[in-house]
């Protein structure tokens, strides 16, 4: 826990509406922490924007001036030295705009619990600092539908989640599983019972 909320992490498959859930739990109090943006500022940073073009060029940089993040996905997807190269950079980068952020919020009492929505929770680690992790799961038809903007097919989502561990190793060492379909009440009904066996177990270790 950190400053007495607990931690809750969020894994899933690419597309399976993970940000989605996580706001039904910024309905119960949690405060979402979203790696992806944290991300974002990371790469919009001088020295990381320099290191990347020293290693891969002016190709990542778009033409309008921001982050090619296809380009660099092309550099470390099926290439694990790149990968943790890229990794051992922003990772840490994140981390402290994560701290920072619990950090601002650890007295607000209108914040019961933190919620980590984080793409690579396990293959991170994050997990083992987190209180409880939630896995959403979500038919593979509706994360095709899903990743369709960003003209992707089958194969290319196949493609970057064999990058990932195993989603059935990651729902088999969640500590709970939350389906999220197309019934937003359903989905608001899990959320409710999963947030409440949480802050009861972190109730008892006080």
């Given at each position: 826990?950190?400053?007495?909320?607990?931690?809750?992490?969020?894994?899933?498959?690419?597309a399976?509406?993970?940000?989605?859930?996580?706001?039904?739990?910024?309905?119960r109090?949690?405060?979402?922490?979203?790696?992806?943006?944290?991300?974002r500022?990371a790469?919009?940073e001088?020295k990381?924007?320099?290191t990347?073009?020293?290693w891969?060029?002016?190709g990542?940089?778009?033409?309008?001036?921001?982050?090619?993040?296809?380009?660099i996905?092309s550099?470390?997807?099926?290439?694990?030295t790149?990968?943790?190269?890229?990794?051992?950079?922003?990772?840490?980068?994140?981390d402290a705009?994560r701290?920072?952020?619990?950090?601002a919020?650890?007295?607000?009492?209108r914040?019961v619990?933190?919620?980590?929505?984080?793409?690579?929770?396990?293959?991170a680690?994050l997990?083992l600092?987190?209180?409880?992790?939630?896995?959403?799961?979500?038919?593979?038809?509706?994360?095709?539908?899903?990743v369709k903007?960003?003209?992707?097919d089958?194969?290319?989502?196949q493609?970057?989640?064999?990058?990932?561990?195993?989603?059935?190793?990651?729902?088999?060492?969640?500590d709970y599983v939350?389906?999220?379909?197309?019934d937003?009440?359903q989905?608001?009904?899990?959320?409710?019972?999963?947030?409440?066996?949480i802050?009861?177990?972190?109730?008892?270790?006080?």
């Amino acid at each position: 826990m950190f400053a007495g909320k607990p931690i809750i992490g969020l894994a899933g498959g690419i597309a399976s509406g993970k940000s989605f859930i996580a706001s039904l739990f910024a309905e119960r109090g949690c405060l979402v922490i979203d790696s992806d943006r944290l991300a974002r500022q990371a790469y919009d940073e001088p020295k990381v924007r320099e290191t990347l073009k020293q290693w891969w060029g002016e190709g990542v940089i778009g033409k309008d001036g921001s982050i090619n993040r296809s380009f660099i996905a092309s550099k470390v997807f099926e290439q694990p030295t790149e990968l943790r190269r890229l990794e051992g950079l922003i990772h840490p980068i994140i981390d402290a705009a994560r701290r920072r952020v619990m950090s601002a919020a650890a007295h607000d009492p209108r914040i019961v619990a933190f919620v980590w929505d984080a793409p690579l929770l396990f293959e991170a680690s994050l997990n083992l600092q987190c209180d409880a992790v939630v896995f959403v799961e979500a038919p593979l038809a509706m994360r095709l539908g899903r990743v369709k903007s960003r003209n992707w097919d089958e194969s290319e989502l196949q493609r970057r989640e064999n990058s990932q561990w195993p989603l059935d190793k990651k729902r088999q060492i969640s500590d709970y599983v939350i389906r999220n379909t197309a019934d937003v009440s359903q989905a608001r009904v899990q959320v409710k019972d999963v947030f409440s066996r949480i802050m009861s177990k972190a109730a008892l270790r006080g």
